[in-house]
């Protein structure tokens, strides 16, 4: 359908100038269905033409028509108010649509060929169990890259590592007074928390503690053997942990270049700020003051001389940006660091980078309701191996599962339900942990706005698609399907919502967005599951209709299994 392109025609006939993406954003649905199947409002063309959005509306409509003469599929356009409505032939738009949904990759586009965007994500500290809080900077930041590879987009993964600072001075300090090798071995990061805890109860009676890890730290940063040997292997073993987390979650990166790794770029940023007149001295500390934003100070050097979290932030920009050869880079972080990401990006910005820009800092709220009764660090592992087992005592209940099988299911569906819940909120928003809310749909037949009804429904899909193709007949070509059987309201509701697929991926990443994937993968669930509980058999004794709506079911299932890839959802060929 090419809507939005007769438009732009129709529009620049009548001197006024709009673009595709302008004109797709702002087509919408008729508040009532019976004006048409779809609108555009004309009230931006107001201010270019001079003349009232009824009037434009009118002139546009008989403009739009001889644009569309030639298009099937448009059976009328209508000026009503300061609305153009579209009224379609229903079998030419299903033709038109499905015929590209039956491509797994339908959706797919390139409006960002021949650009590369860095997504700095997830970014786990070293020596420290990968927690609960990181799961959101990890299902966001890797669906946000999934989202821009469908785009078009070159895409770089990097993991910004918390392998520098004070605390692994503590660490090397609590290891050479309570370490055991074997323990190291055996659970190396359980181990190195639970030293890690023990240093900071045991500080707070001996304040000596302190001086002792702040003095191995300094042994780290002169180079020392024995404190860089220490940092190197917590290091390795540390991401030998996260690894497997990641796999378990789907996620890659392709760069895992932590704080250390821009050590020796610091005083060379630190040196440009000081050459461009930005910084000053205040309470002896090195700061670029950003009173005239309201702006607490950049502090770049302590009075110490130690540098910050911004001083890296810093270094790491420029060398990402001009490294890699990024056109954006998007830093997905809480919201609590929103004001750090306005200091830095201002400093790059006030330095006259010209890619300063390009810099996005993505934030996203808390996890509420999820604690331990000690009230310390919840591991994410600990939250993923609960959920499998909840969702294996559902499947005890399936004698046709084999071991093996109920064990792989419920992986995936726990996976599913944590990460899904995750993403379909808005992301800035902060939520409540709740099994109750996540698993709901678990059972057959009930609904819930979760990930595991979306595991369902595609399940079902293919289930439906096996038995047809199983029976000897495979999935029918685009030009021996006789459209027009697909005549119901319901067939004619899913297939406008795939229609609006490629545009929920854009809109999506506009407003870098994944809950609007998940939405759109509700609504099409949704339409298909009431489609099919309601009467429509998909294979009869019709020969030609059964082919129509395999198609349908294909298409569906085709971009039902898009969005959960691009969400990180696993998806259980059976449940």
Same mark, same amino acid.
């Given at each position: ?485 697909? !005549?119901?309201?319901? $067939? &004619? +509701?899913? #297939? /406008? ?5 490629? %545009?929920? =991926?854009?809109?999506? !990443?506009?407003?870098? $967005? &994944? +809950?609007? #994937? /998940? ?5 099409? %669930?949704? =339409? ?10 998909? #294979? ?36």
């Amino acid at each position: 359908m090419s809507v939005a392109n007769h438009i732009v025609s129709a529009a620049a006939t009548l001197g006024a100038t709009l673009t595709v993406d302008e004109v797709t954003a702002a087509l919408t649905e008729p508040k009532n269905r019976e004006l048409g199947d779809l609108a555009f409002p004309v009230f931006t063309l107001a201010k270019a033409l001079r003349k009232a959005p009824p009037a434009i509306a009118a002139e546009l409509a008989a403009a739009v028509r001889e644009a569309v003469a030639a298009d099937p599929a448009v059976a009328s356009v209508e000026a009503v108010g300061p609305y153009l409505n579209f009224r379609f032939d229903a079998a030419a738009r299903a033709r038109a649509v499905l015929t590209a949904a039956l491509s797994p990759d339908f959706g797919r586009q390139q409006v960002g060929a021949g650009k590369r965007i860095g997504i700095d994500f997830s970014s786990p500290n070293i020596a420290k169990p990968f927690g609960i809080g990181h799961l959101r900077s990890t299902a966001i930041g890797a669906a946000l890259l999934r989202l821009h590879d469908a785009l078009g987009y070159e895409v770089v993964a990097i993991n910004h590592l918390g392998d520098w600072g004070t605390q692994f001075g503590k660490l090397m300090s609590a290891y050479e007074r309570w370490g055991d090798r074997a323990q190291l071995d055996a659970d190396p990061i359980q181990h190195l928390y639970d030293l890690y805890v023990r240093f900071h109860a045991e500080a707070k009676t001996d304040p000596a503690l302190d001086d002792e890890g702040r003095a191995w730290f300094k042994r780290l940063e002169d180079g020392d053997a024995q404190a860089t040997a220490y940092w190197e292997e917590f290091r390795a073993l540390s991401l030998r942990e996260f690894e497997r987390i990641y796999d378990r979650l789907g996620v890659t990166f392709d760069h895992f270049w932590g704080e250390a790794y821009y050590n020796e770029l610091l005083d060379a940023a630190v040196a440009e700020v000081e050459a461009a007149g930005l910084a000053t001295i205040s309470e002896g500390a090195l700061v670029v003051a950003l009173d005239d934003l309201d702006l607490p100070p950049c502090l770049l050097r302590k009075q110490d001389g130690a540098t910050l979290y911004a001083t890296r932030d810093l270094a790491a920009a420029k060398y990402r940006v001009e490294t890699l050869g990024l056109d954006r880079l998007l830093y997905v972080v809480g919201a609590a660091q929103s004001v750090h990401f306005k200091q830095v990006f201002e400093v790059v910005r006030r330095l006259g980078y010209p890619w300063a820009d390009s810099l996005v800092h993505v934030p996203f709220g808390m996890i509420l309701g999820i604690s331990t009764r000690k009230g310390t660090l919840v591991f994410l592992e600990q939250i993923l191996d609960e959920g499998k087992a909840r969702v294996r005592a559902h499947l005890e209940e399936k004698p046709e599962l084999s071991d093996a099988e109920r064990d792989e299911i419920a992986e995936q569906i726990a996976i599913g339900a944590v990460v899904f819940y995750d993403l379909s909120r808005n992301r800035i928003k902060d939520y409540d942990f709740s099994w109750e809310a996540m698993l709901k749909g678990l059972r057959p037949g009930e609904r819930g706005p979760t990930g595991v009804y979306l595991q369902y429904t595609l399940a079902r899909l293919s289930s439906v698609l096996d038995r047809y193709l199983e029976a000897g007949a495979p999935i029918p070509a685009a030009d021996a399907i006789d459209f027009s059987k697909l !005549a119901t309201e319901a $067939e &004619a +509701a899913i #297939v /406008a919502h795939l229609e609006r697929w490629p %545009a929920a =991926l854009r809109d999506a !990443a506009d407003v870098l $967005e &994944a +809950a609007v #994937v /998940a939405r759109y993968a509700l609504e099409l %669930a949704e =339409l298909f599951n009431t489609f099919y509980s309601g009467g429509h058999k998909i #294979v009869s004794e019709d020969v030609a209709l059964t082919g129509a709506r395999v198609a349908l079911v294909a298409s569906v299932r085709n971009v039902l299994d898009y969005a959960l890839r691009i969400l990180g959802v696993p998806r259980p060929e059976r449940i």
